[in-house]
């Protein structure tokens, strides 16, 4: 695909080492194209990485460097198909260096990537970054988690009111750079209780003026619940603050993770009363 300089979407993106006094390991990437079809096309992806002091960095950035460069040597006539081989390939990449490297030995990293063709959504992530989709003032969690938490409450172990605070909250059950290639999720959840051939469907779907997505790292969710998420995002004049404040909640409550946040919005068209309402209010149609 031909990189382009500016994206056809608003994107909003911050992040921040957290209060704990480590290094931030988490990492993100905005990329903007032009497909073989003449679309525009926008990638976003955040990694999260894992494996102690150093070592976790190092898997991050190669996940969304390997990411962008692989899905930038294609022609985007697949998205799906080109984000699980780019993810795949990510993964070799970490793989392989972890096996080279005596001090980057086990590291690993999570990946969650929205690849949006025009106005039309495509998802897929390893690990516990998430992706949300808020749509008029309701917000929808689109990603499942691939961890011993999620997997526990999905067989009634525990509810979701006790994970917050259990301890194998972040034992994960799949990352990049494990020996064997992670199976890659490309559910898209748009409902609870859908079945996973509903949320595979779901995959293409079209996105609407004032829908707003947020990718994240488990710094923004460990911390901040989805409502208050929705709050902040909903309430703020610009992508850019709304950015911002959803980090500064995470700190406010301890802060004990790297934070990460890219927001996505799709403008409404403009109309003077908008205009002067702010971006983000014409965004939400507010």
Known sequence: MIRTQRPHL???THTHPGLSGKINEDRLAVACFQAATGR???????????????AGEVAAEVAVQRIVQEVAEGDGTNPLQSLLAAIQNASQAIAERSA?????????????CAWIDG??????????SRIYLVRNETIQRMTLDHSWIQEAIEKGIITPEQAHDH???HVLRRHLGSVDLPKVDTRLHLASGESDEQA?????????PGDILLLCTDGLTDMVWDDEILRLITTRNALRSAAEDLVERANERG??????????GVPRPATPRRKKQGFLRNILGA
Request: charged content about 10%; overall charge negative; proline content about 3%.
């Open 200 to 208: 595979m469907h779901n995959q293409g779907m079209q996105l609407l």
């Open 100 to 112: 080279g490297q005596a001090d980057q030995a086990g590291m690993g990293s999570t990946c969650a």
């Open 119 to 128: 106005d039309r959504l495509y998802t897929a992530h390893v690990g516990d």
């Open 255 to 264: 802060g004990h993770d790297n934070i990460t946040v890219a927001l996505v």
């Open 167 to 169: 301890p194998n909250v």
């Open 40 to 54: 525009p096309v926008l990638l976003v992806v955040v990694a999260d990485g894992i494996g102690g002091h150093l």
């Open 10 to 12: 608003a994107v909003a």
